[in-house]
């Protein structure tokens, strides 16, 4: 069965530091993954997707990720982070095996940064 | 471009009433979705449609119904609400007609709906 796993419910980055917002999966063929941002009060919006080609990938808001086959992660990273970027963070799985096309979803990771 | 809209933004109901809850979007999107948003449960898929007229069911179905008459519109309706479909509400729409396989979604503000 498909999953994901975002095995932080919060991480805590000080203004300036790198952060890292992690997701694992579990397909039974390739998959596609995604990160969603959520912020206070509002929808969800689209940072970045791996489908194929570079396992690095880059996004929205200087955010990036990068697609490890063999440790079927998918881990958000951003070199220096900002206030502005505390949210909710989602990551989401599709398996290209899986003829429903369910998109399967991580129960979220809050990001607090401190100033 | 408005993208997608969500009405109302909150909404309380009394068990066993019945509601609601509207979704568009201006995008020509064929692909669109109902999630609902609990804590610490990520979301969750309620019903889908691939195009006018083609609805199904997702992880979460029951006590919902959806109908999809125009690509544009894709209302939800809580046929008799329970406290348990007390949740956050969000509609997402994506381009492709293979069920946004690999496209990205895009979503409403969402409707917070509180059941008594």
């Known amino acids: 069965a498909q999953s994901v796993a975002q095995p932080e419910d919060q991480v805590n980055v000080a203004e300036g530091n790198p952060l890292t917002v992690k997701c694992t999966y579990s397909?039974?063929?390739?998959?596609?993954l995604f990160w969603y941002v959520q912020y206070p009060n509002r929808g969800l919006q689209f940072l970045l997707k791996?489908?194929?080609?570079d396992n690095l990938v880059k996004g929205s808001y200087g955010f990036e990720a990068e697609f490890n086959k063999s440790q079927t992660s998918f881990h958000l990273k951003k070199p220096s982070a900002l206030v502005s970027d505390s949210a909710l963070y989602f990551c989401?799985?599709?398996?290209?095996?899986?003829?429903?096309?369910?998109?399967?979803w991580g129960a979220g990771t809050k990001l607090i940064i401190k100033p | 471009n408005a993208g997608v809209t969500q009405t109302p933004k909150f909404q309380v109901l009394k068990t066993g009433q019945s509601m609601t809850l509207q979704c568009a979007q201006d995008?020509?999107?064929?692909?669109m979705s109902w999630y609902r948003q609990d804590p610490g449960m990520g979301l969750r898929l309620i019903h889908y449609?691939?195009?006018?007229?083609?609805?199904d069911q997702g992880e979460v179905p029951n006590g919902y119904n959806v109908s999809r008459s125009t690509t544009e519109d894709f209302p939800l309706r809580l046929l008799s609400a329970a406290p348990s479909q007390t949740s956050v509400y969000f509609c997402?729409?994506?381009?492709?007609?293979?069920?946004?396989?690999?496209?990205?979604?895009?979503f409403g503000p969402g409707t917070r709906l509180t059941v008594l």
């Open positions: 397909v039974s063929g390739n998959p596609y």
């Open positions: 997402a729409s994506s381009y492709s007609r293979l069920a946004g396989v690999t496209d990205t979604q895009y």
């Open positions: 449609s691939v195009g006018a007229g083609i609805t």
């Open positions: 995008m020509n999107h064929e692909y």
């Open positions: 989401a799985v599709r398996d290209n095996m899986d003829s429903n096309y369910q998109l399967i």
């Open positions: 791996y489908i194929t080609g």
